[in-house]
Nanobody, 126 residues
Framework: QVRVVESGGGSVQAGGSLTLSCEAS????????WAWFRQVREKEREGVGY????????YVADSVKGRFTITQGTVKNTVSLRMNSLNPDDTAMFYC???????????????????WGQGTLVTVSS
């Protein structure tokens, strides 16, 4: 059974930075895609970005480009999301997700990800 756990959320003032971490355990597909999504209350879950296993390829959405970076962790089956220049619009529950296919197939489409964490809350105050 795969388990995905996020950490690093919290409260920060506008302009500040946070780093979220994601760790997965269990039988994960070798070429899996690791993604971050965020969701605000009843709004649709929004894709933030993804990274291929091994870190050879990554992508972030236009809405966070230049501010957010996804990297492979130094420990196997971990990834990080570095968020700079945070603003109140970034306030959301952030989720880490792992696919059962490559990033080329999974993209930033939530239904293509089969393993999800419980989420970590990021709150940015003005």
């Amino acid at each position: 059974q795969v388990r995905v756990v996020e950490s690093g959320g919290g409260s920060v003032q506008a302009g500040g930075s946070l780093t979220l971490s994601c760790e997965a355990s269990g039988p994960i597909y070798n070429g899996a895609c690791w993604a971050w999504f965020r969701q605000v209350r009843e709004k649709e879950r929004e894709g933030v970005g993804y990274i291929a296993t091994g870190g050879a390829f990554s992508y972030v959405a236009d809405s966070v480009k230049g501010r957010f970076t996804i990297t492979q962790g130094t420990v196997k089956n971990t990834v990080s999301l570095r968020m700079n220049s945070l603003n109140p619009d970034d306030t959301a529950m952030f989720y880490c997700a792992v696919s059962g296919s490559s990033c080329a197939r999974a993209g930033l489409v939530a239904r293509n990800y089969i393993h999800w964490g419980q989420g970590t809350l990021v709150t940015v105050s003005s």
